[in-house]
């Protein structure tokens, strides 16, 4: 195609490389989520599998959840993650929570189809999570950051931080700002129209949790189908261990990962990374 002033914004949709920085502001509001969410119930398994399972899939293996633990979900949606959860940790303390009565809706009819019954499911936000400090081993929350406004965003990481135990482990997934060509189109049809988006834009969490009490011990790249995630795990243990896992990974030469001798040592870390 060749470049004129009529072909450029559709070119830029198609194969623009997303160098935006930085995100865009959310241009669809708390209340205004549930609404959409409640209405995109039915249809957003079909997206979760054809974009988001990979990332999805890496964040549990990451959060490691093994029986007896006490784990967190927050913004469960449809529970495509929380069903895996609720199978590994059949003694433990399984608990979910959504804005979304439609999400939690399905959620509900999912577990009950995998016959599973060690679990809560409510209605409950991020931003004020109705329970105790220091009750839960780890907390995962997926694809929420991309929808809240960036000053929300300390308020839940704050939250997350206070109800997660000492040595607790945070991960996240989220989209991202596209690294590769072509993985940009998402994030403009967001500027387009947030909805077509669920209301998602990239976001780069980083930062964020480290302003915000946590060690980001890594983050990953993650994309399907040309959809940009990030996936981060985080500790809310004191940076010293954070940078004694990253000089640990440095001098192990893989540049990003943690040596395992030390990790066993000074914190429980997932199987999947002590192992790398
Ligand atoms: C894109 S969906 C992701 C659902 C699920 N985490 C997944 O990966 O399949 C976003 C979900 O976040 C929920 N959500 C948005 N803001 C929230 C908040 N402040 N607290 C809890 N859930 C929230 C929405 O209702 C929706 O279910």
């Not at 450029?8 to 205004?32: C, T």
């Not at 997934?173 to 990239?202: F, H, K, W």
Request: proline share 5%.
């Amino acid at each position: 195609m060749s470049k004129s002033p009529e072909t450029e914004p559709l070119m830029a949709i198609f194969i623009g490389m997303d160098q935006l920085s930085p995100p865009a502001k959310a241009r669809v509001s708390q209340s205004d989520v549930a609404v959409l969410y409640d209405r995109l119930a039915g249809v957003y398994d079909l997206w979760g599998h054809l974009t988001e399972s990979k990332a999805r899939n890496r964040a549990l293996e990451l959060a490691d959840i093994h029986p007896g633990q006490q784990v967190l979900e927050v913004a469960v949606g449809t529970g495509l993650a929380f069903v895996h959860i609720v199978r590994r940790n059949p003694e433990g303390r399984n608990i979910g929570i959504d804005i979304s009565g439609g999400m939690l809706a399905k959620a509900k009819r999912r577990l009950q189809k995998a016959g599973l019954t060690n679990y809560q499911l409510s209605i409950g936000s991020a931003l004020a999570i109705a329970e105790p400090d220091a009750s839960f081993d780890v907390l995962l929350n997926n694809y929420m950051f991309d929808l809240l406004d960036e000053p929300q965003w300390t308020q839940a990481i704050t939250e997350f931080r206070r109800v997660l135990k000492p040595d607790g482990l945070l991960v996240l997934a989220n989209m991202t700002q596209g690294e590769t060509p072509g993985s940009g189109i998402y994030e403009r049809l967001y500027r387009l129209s947030p909805s077509l988006m669920g209301g998602c834009r990239g976001v780069r969490m980083s930062e964020a949790l480290e302003h915000n009490g946590f060690s980001v011990i890594l983050r990953e790249y993650v994309q399907q189908m040309l959809f940009p995630t990030e996936v981060i795990l985080a500790s809310r243990r004191r940076r010293v261990f954070s940078d004694q896992l990253r000089s640990a990974a440095s001098d192990s030469g893989t540049g990003s990962l943690p040596s395992s001798r030390l990790f066993n040592a000074r914190m429980r870390l997932p199987k999947s990374i002590c192992s790398m």
